[in-house]
């Protein structure tokens, strides 16, 4: 069975950083693509970050250079740095893969993590 745990969320003064870090199990070899996205609360879901199997990555609009997504494709790991972080960004954020597809849309995505909370005041 495939698990995604997330970890590195916590409360951090505008204009911090965090690194947020997923971790799956339970899969053999690499998914094709691992996402970040987060849930603002009374939001819907938005995608922050995607990078597939072959190092291509999407962020979405709002990212505007200040996070980066990585993976660590023989441990299954995919991190987040975030860096100028803003009150705007202050939401649970959620690791997603998927085997076939790629994308900052959710719907592409089989399988989820339970989400990190992420806090930043104003």
């Known amino acids: 069975q495939v698990h995604l745990v997330e970890s590195g969320g916590g409360s951090v003064q505008a204009g911090g950083s965090l690194t947020l870090s997923c971790e799956a199990s339970g899969y053999k070899g690499n998914f094709y693509c691992m996402a970040w996205f987060r849930q603002r609360p009374g939001e819907e879901r938005e995608g922050v970050a995607s990078?597939?199997?072959?190092?291509?990555?999407k962020y979405g609009d709002f990212v505007r250079g200040r996070f980066t997504v990585n993976r660590d494709y023989g441990a299954n790991i995919l991190t987040l740095q975030m860096n100028n972080l803003d009150p705007d960004d202050t939401a649970s954020y959620y690791c997603?893969?998927?085997?076939?597809?790629?994308?900052?849309?959710?719907?592409?995505?089989?399988?989820w993590g339970q989400g990190t909370q992420v806090t930043v005041p104003p």
């Open positions: 990078k597939n199997r072959d190092g291509e990555t």
């Open positions: 997603a893969a998927d085997e076939y597809l790629c994308g900052v849309f959710s719907a592409v995505y089989l399988y």
